[in-house]
Structures are given as structure tokens and as C-alpha cells.
């Protein structure tokens, strides 16, 4: 389960931000992506999570093998905590929700419509859901958004079982999670300003 | 597949869902007619079956920016995309769920409402086949619209503008078919035109909404 990352280019509006990223990620290992605002590492993940197809390079991952975590959960707010989360599990073909429940300290919080619960509890609720995806990659946008000290603690002990079980992750944050990770910083790849706009790139009918 | 038609369903009928929009839109229509063309009741018994489908078309149309819009504003649409459902199910299960709260109720409850309009004892059978035939294939092509105007704020506009022009060949036939039914002619024309068009944009539709659902979620 190694995702392999060659000379990637990704484009965001039609306009690459980001030229010659590689990396590989291989069982256990942790990257995270770092780099200032608006450089394109949102673009660079949901282009390694195959949300949008790359500029220039390859992605090699294993089929089903990624799971993504972006800025918005995908909560229904008139679902409760346990039925949001035995959807997703449904849906990845997984039974047992007790384990994710568990890791996000949501035990209290299962009946309770998501759509009562604050900002914090829903981001643990939405990376709870990671947990019932049984995915070995996990990508992760800024996951420790409207966290707390502790519940970003509860999402380092996940992380880091994550990995010791073999699986792998890819972070875009700012904080330190005192994971053993390796470090992407972005700046360098940088692309030339207008160099590399697409020609043919079809956004303006779309 | 089930779980995601399960959550739907369970969606449209918590609050806010917007199950019953169709059918009160549709009352309201129904209700509405005689008192704006009289209660002369050998015209309304005329215009009976083109007044019902087009009451059920347009109250098809109120629901179908809810399809995929709220998936899409709260972050659903994204992570499905990378689930190991295939875009193509989940937007054939979004157009059942659709059917089942917006389509199902209206041929249920059209003919009692056929009954306000005065509509002859014989055409209720044929209005109900009509609409039977006809809703799922307004909710295969409401939600390729959806899928078109997903990503648009306000969308619904352009999205009437998309699906009239695409919904008028349904109309033709489903509102032809339960006109013949009211007035005892031979109905295996429209019939079969209708059950086409239902049959036909149920096969391919999913495929062309799956793939303007990935180009817009970019």
C-alpha cells in the first residue's frame, strides 16, 4: 500500500500553483505538507485523492486505498452521530462503528443530532469517520481545524495507531501533532507565475 | 447502495426535508384550476389530464435543486467521490429516493385529486399508469440537471431553463396517454412512447449525470 507521487503539477482555475512535487509514502510513514496559505495544498490533495485530475505527473496508489478528510465534514445535521457514521461505515462495506465512536470520545454524543452539536465535537465526528472507512491512506486537509488541545491529542493517539497498524497519512496542518513525520514543504515547487496557464483548459464553458 | 437510499429517505422525512413540497405544490394547482377557469364541468373534465400532469411535472421541478445541492454544500459529494461507490449508483439511488418522496406520493394521490377536476371514472386507471410510467423518468433527467448545476449558487433558475425543454417529451406522451384514457380511445401509442422514454433515460441518464458530477466537483 505505497502511494507513489511523480513529478506532479497540480492546477487550480485553470493556472498551475504547484510544478515537480514527488514523494512516496509507504506503510507507517507520516508527511506532512506544509507551506503558506493559498500555495495549493488543498489542490495537491484532492489531487492525490483523485478528486481532480493531475496537470502534469502521476499518482500511483493501490486501488481503494485512500481515504480523504477535507475542510467540510459531509454531516447531515438531522442525522444523529451514530447514524452519520453507520452510514459512511455502510458505505465502505464496514460493520462496527464502536471502535471510531470510542477514539473520539463521542460515546455521550451518539444520539444526538449532528446538527446540534459545535464545532469542535463535529470535526471529531467527520474524522471519526475516517476510522469506519478501513481505508490504509489517510488524507488529511487541516484535520485539526476548531479542535481543542485535547481533542487534538485524540486525534494524534488515532493517527498514530493509524500508522503503527501499518496504515499511512498525508497532513496539510499547521500544528504539531508530535507524530514521527516527515516534513513537505511546498514553497519550492511553487509554479512561475502564468508560465503554465493551460491552453485548451475548457473552465470558461463549464 | 441501501444504505445511502436509507439516509435519503430518512432525510426527506426529518424536518426540513422537503418531503410533502410535491404534493402540496400539486393540491394547491389542482385546487386551484376550477376556480380560475369556472366551474363549467365538461371543460374541466377536458382539460383534467393535461392540468394533472402538468401540476405533477411542475411539482417534480419545485424539489429537484435539493437532489444534489445540499450533498454539495456540506462536503458530502467530495468524500462519496472517493467511497468505493461508483458516482454512477449514487446518482441513480439520489434519483430513486426522489421518485420515492416526490413521485410516488403524486400517483398516489392523483386520483383523488383527478376527482376535483371532475376527470371520467374510466381515465383513472390511465392517469395512474400515465404517472406511474412517467414521474421516475422526470427524476432520472431532474437530477442529470441537478448534477449540471451543482456547483452553482442559486442554481435553480438555469436549472428550470435545463430540464423543461428535456422534460417535454414526458409531457406529451403522459399527458396524451391519460387524455386517451379519459375518452376511452386506444391508448398503446403513447403508451409505449412513454414507457420508451422512461425506460431509455433510466439506461443512459445515469452515466451522463455521473460525468458532469465529476467535472463539477474539480
Known amino acids: 500500500m505505497v502511494l507513489r507521487v511523480k513529478n506532479l503539477s497540480v492546477a487550480r482555475g485553470g493556472v498551475a500553483v504547484l510544478e515537480g512535487v514527488s514523494f512516496t509514502l509507504a506503510p507507517s510513514d507520516a508527511l506532512v505538507v506544509k507551506g503558506p496559505n493559498g500555495i495549493g495544498k488543498t489542490t495537491l490533495l484532492r489531487t492525490v485523492a483523485g478528486l481532480q485530475p493531475a496537470f502534469k505527473g502521476t499518482v500511483e496508489a493501490p486501488e481503494d486505498s485512500l481515504a480523504y478528510a477535507a475542510h467540510s465534514d459531509g454531516l447531515k445535521s438531522m442525522l444523529s452521530v451514530a447514524e452519520n457514521l453507520e452510514f459512511w461505515a455502510h458505505v465502505f462495506g464496514q460493520k462496527d462503528i464502536t471502535q471510531a465512536v470510542d477514539a473520539f470520545d463521542l460515546s455521550d454524543l451518539r444520539n444526538r443530532l449532528a446538527g446540534s452539536l459545535s464545532a469542535g465535537q463535529k470535526r471529531r465526528l467527520g474524522l471519526a469517520r475516517l476510522l469506519v472507512t478501513a481505508r490504509p ?5 487541516e484535520p485539526t481545524v476548531s479542535l481543542d488541545t485535547a481533542s487534538v491529542a485524540l486525534f494524534a493517539q488515532a493517527v498514530q495507531r493509524h500508522l503503527s497498524s501499518g496504515g499511512s497519512a498525508l497532513l496539510a496542518t499547521h500544528i504539531d501533532l508530535g507524530l514521527q513525520a516527515n516534513i513537505l514543504d511546498v514553497g519550492p515547487f511553487k509554479a512561475v507565475a502564468g508560465a ?8 470558461a464553458f463549464l | 447502495m441501501r444504505a445511502l ?4 429517505l430518512i432525510l426527506a422525512f426529518r424536518a426540513g426535508g422537503g418531503f410533502g413540497l410535491g404534493i402540496a405544490f400539486f393540491l394547491i394547482v389542482v385546487v386551484l384550476v376550477p376556480f380560475s ?3 363549467e364541468s365538461g371543460l374541466l373534465t377536458k382539460i383534467a389530464p393535461g392540468v394533472l400532469w402538468l401540476g405533477a411535472l411542475l411539482a417534480c421541478l419545485l424539489s429537484l435543486d435539493r437532489i444534489l445541492a445540499l450533498d454539495w454544500e456540506d462536503g458530502t459529494l467530495d468524500l462519496m467521490a472517493t467511497a468505493p461507490l461508483p458516482l454512477e449508483a449514487v446518482v441513480t439511488v439520489k434519483a430513486l429516493a426522489h421518485w420515492m ?4 406520493p403524486l400517483v398516489v394521490a392523483a386520483p383523488l385529486f383527478g376527482v376535483l377536476l371532475n376527470l371520467p371514472p374510466q381515465g383513472f386507471v390511465w392517469l395512474v399508469v400515465s404517472l406511474a410510467l412517467g414521474t421516475p423518468a422526470l427524476s432520472v433527467i431532474g437530477t442529470f440537471g441537478a448534477a449540471l448545476t451543482v456547483g452553482l449558487k442559486r442554481g435553480g433558475l438555469l436549472l428550470s431553463l435545463l430540464i423543461l425543454p428535456l422534460y417535454v417529451p414526458t409531457l406529451i406522451f403522459g399527458a396524451e396517454l391519460a387524455r386517451r384514457g379519459a375518452e376511452g380511445q386506444a391508448v398503446s401509442t403513447p403508451l409505449l412512447m412513454l414507457a420508451g422514454i422512461s425506460f ?12 458532469v458530477l465529476r467535472v463539477n466537483l474539480r
Open chain 2, 5 to 8: 437510499l436509507k439516509r435519503d
Open chain 1, 196 to 203: 503554465t496557464a493551460i491552453s485548451g483548459y475548457d473552465e
Open chain 1, 137 to 141: 491512506i489517510w488524507i488529511l486537509d
Open chain 2, 200 to 211: 431509455g433515460v433510466i439506461a443512459l441518464l445515469p452515466f451522463a449525470s455521473a460525468l
Open chain 2, 101 to 104: 418522496t416526490t413521485g410516488v
Open chain 2, 37 to 39: 377557469v369556472g366551474p
